[in-house]
């Protein structure tokens, strides 16, 4: 069950990571992304979170399947970094505004990793979809 979040959050996550790329590709998916943007910023708190989560389940996975828990472990690392740049709004707002220092510093992780946003875009839908592949095989 946990698994089908994972799945959805890292494509849906990805689509808007990677909104310009796939915009310049294909237009016709604008609709589609008009339709995820408003709720980009608690998309990427799920996945913020939810990225912590699958890492945990990826360890544990590992005693079963290696490859599989390699996979998982990917997919969480992919979440919490992609989560931090779409949620990054609403977690300055919630958890980082009251602590001067703790913005200043969450501002300079995401000017660091904003260039890779779209990239990462692209490594959470492929992540999402190979996370998918393999869950209906192992």
């Known amino acids: 069950m946990f698994a089908f979040f994972t799945m959805g959050f890292l494509v849906a996550g990805g689509i808007l990571a990677?909104?310009?790329?796939?915009?310049?590709?294909?237009?016709?998916?604008q609709d589609l992304i008009d339709k995820l943007t408003p709720y980009q910023g608690w998309i990427g708190i799920i996945l913020f979170f939810w990225g912590f989560w699958d890492i945990i389940n990826g360890l544990?996975?590992?005693?079963?399947?290696?490859?599989?828990?390699?996979?998982?472990?990917?997919?969480?690392?992919?979440?919490i970094l992609l989560g931090f740049l779409l949620g990054f709004g609403l977690i300055s707002k919630f958890a980082l505004s009251k602590n001067e220092q703790a913005m200043e510093k969450g501002q300079k992780i995401r000017a660091k990793?904003?260039?890779?946003?779209?990239?990462?875009?692209?490594?959470a839908i492929i992540t999402g979809v190979v996370f998918a592949v393999t869950w209906f095989i192992f």
């Open 18 to 29: 990677a909104a310009s790329l796939i915009v310049a590709r294909k237009p016709n998916a």
């Open 113 to 123: 990793l904003a260039p890779f946003q779209g990239i990462l875009g692209i490594i």
């Open 60 to 79: 544990g996975y590992m005693t079963f399947s290696f490859l599989g828990g390699v996979i998982w472990l990917v997919c969480g690392i992919v979440e």
